[in-house]
């Protein structure tokens, strides 16, 4: 049966919308396409050179994004600047209300939000709802308990915070910690992501700054931006999420400054299973882990398995993999009406074709290697639109044995390709899944909690679940990372507030150049 995009949900629909709620975010189209503008100097402004950007759906162009030279955010950081000086030293309560006048307008463009998502970054649909929910219903929990994380006497940074995040999380995880920041009385500043999530960022800093949030949003590449949006010597801190290579420069930037920074890079997160038996359970929780194509730094792509369990493990894993739905996330069928449920899929396209094409060849040169590929899936069957281009879409991979030359074995896939890594001792489970010098989670399979709570203490990663996968968390719950994988503050609850103020008793919590101080119960 031929499929078709649900009603409503179209692109010219959706930035219709969006160029509806927030007219002073978007210029007039040319040539068909709408650029966005830039928020700098406390206004939306027609400034840089377009660059189209497709999306990874289907492959079209969605949007130009005006990318900014060096001097535009110069100037646009000195005015951050000023504005944090002024913003610093407005009372706690009028901070409040203002956040909560944004919490309140974004709330009501919720589904606007998410759908821009959909296409922006590809999510399925209940997945770009659960980013926007997590980021509102998170910064309401910091208004009610912000009292009582400045109680200490703690004050805002010297200087507005620079953000420069990836693409996948951009309300969750972006938004989310812009609206801490300013809330704990600090100007914000953020990049756009070039890759994806430039509209959905766009409409939500219109919406903040329609609230009288200080913040400004500028879009551009790093090689132009990054000297000012890290150096900067009016930037109070540092926050950056993203890749080990791109967060390895910035941590590099900053090494002879004494400027506040938190910087999450991807580990290669790893799941041990040794002495276990409770499959069911482990299915359900690997099932969940196939959500947004596993493009997220908390993703597990690393199965290192006691060999006595490998055959055991294999008939629970496989059925999983194969369960798993992926697919274009609007196309829905002929006789679907507005009111009925979205695909249901646990994960759309990859951010790119380019990337997609990465990830394959990855998985070729590791086959060619050594590595046996237990599953290999395909794209037929998958629900596509007729004529529709497939390129950034990859079905799920397993590798079994990757060669130790062999950039999987060491390294993040991003995507959905998982490896396993079969061990006959507990040394040799502990160096495969410290294989990458650090990472953000871990977790055990072992029937025994008491042996793996003892394996657990020589794993190189932040938080280590016993049965059950770790998550970057929300709330009270902290977040960081052990290695290369973290550099500077932690955050999470009280930690982000503390890693964007100052004052108060003792060190951050953090894993800086010198030394390493984990909170407790981590």
Not at 157 to 174: E, R
């Amino acid at each position: 049966m031929a499929l078709r995009l649900a009603d409503g949900t179209a692109w010219s629909d959706t930035l219709a919308r969006a160029v509806a709620a927030t007219p002073e975010a978007f210029g007039a189209p040319a040539d068909g396409v709408t650029t966005l503008h830039n928020l700098v100097q406390g206004d939306w402004r027609a400034v840089g050179a377009p660059t189209p950007v497709r999306t990874p759906v289907d492959n079209t162009v969605l949007v130009n994004l005006a990318r900014l030279d060096a001097d535009t955010a110069r100037a646009a950081v000195a005015h951050a600047a000023a504005a944090h000086r002024e913003w610093a030293q407005t009372p706690l309560a009028d901070r409040k209300a203002r956040v909560t006048d944004a919490l309140d307008a974004l709330t009501a463009h919720r589904d606007l939000l998410a759908l821009l998502l959909v296409w922006e970054i590809g999510k399925p649909w209940r997945l770009a709802c659960a980013d926007v929910d997590r980021a509102l219903d998170g910064v309401r929990w910091y208004v009610g308990e912000i009292d009582r994380m400045l109680a200490d006497g703690r004050e805002p940074l010297p200087g507005p915070v620079s953000n420069i995040a990836s693409w996948n999380y951009p309300m969750s995880v972006l938004v989310h910690a812009e609206l801490v920041q300013l809330l704990a009385g600090n100007a914000v500043i953020a990049k756009t992501p070039s890759q994806g999530g430039a509209v959905c960022l766009t409409v939500a800093h219109a919406l903040m700054r329609r609230a009288g949030l200080p913040a400004t949003l500028v879009s551009g590449g790093g090689e132009e931006l990054s000297e000012v949006l890290v150096r900067a010597p009016e930037i109070g801190a540092v926050a950056f999420v993203g890749g080990r290579s791109n967060g390895g420069k910035v941590a590099a930037a900053l090494l002879d400054s004494d400027k506040r920074h938190f910087i999450e890079q991807e580990g290669l997160n790893a799941w041990g299973i040794w002495n276990f038996s409770q499959w069911d359970l482990l299915a359900a929780h690997l099932k969940k882990g196939f959500e947004y194509g596993k493009q997220r730094c908390t993703a597990y792509p690393r199965f290192v398995v006691q060999r006595d369990l490998v055959d055991e493990f294999l008939d629970m894993y496989l059925p999983v993999v194969r369960s798993v739905r992926f697919g274009h996330p609007l196309a829905v069928g002929a006789d679907w009406s507005a009111g009925d449920p979205l695909p249901e899929l646990d994960f759309g396209p990859l951010i790119s074709a380019a990337k997609a094409e990465e990830l394959r060849r990855k998985v070729d040169e590791a086959v060619r290697g050594g590595a046996v590929p237990l599953h290999r899936g395909k794209l037929d069957g998958a629900p596509f639109l007729d004529g529709q281009d497939t390129s950034a879409y990859v079905a799920p991979a397993v590798l079994l044995a990757p060669p130790g030359r062999s950039g999987l074995m060491h390294a993040e896939p991003f995507g959905p390709v998982d490896t396993i890594v079969v061990v006959d001792t507990t040394d040799e489970l502990l160096a495969a899944m410290n294989a990458s010098n650090g990472a953000l989670v871990a977790s055990l399979a072992c029937d025994d909690t008491d042996e793996a709570a003892k394996l657990a203490v020589d794993l190189q990663a932040f938080k280590v679940g016993i049965n059950k996968p770790r998550s970057r968390g929300d709330r009270e719950e902290p977040f960081g990372g052990r290695g290369a994988s973290w550099k500077g503050a932690f955050v999470g609850g009280d930690l982000l507030v503390h890693a964007v103020t100052v004052g108060g008793d003792g060190r951050l919590y953090g894993n800086f150049q010198d030394w390493t101080a984990l909170p407790p119960n981590v």
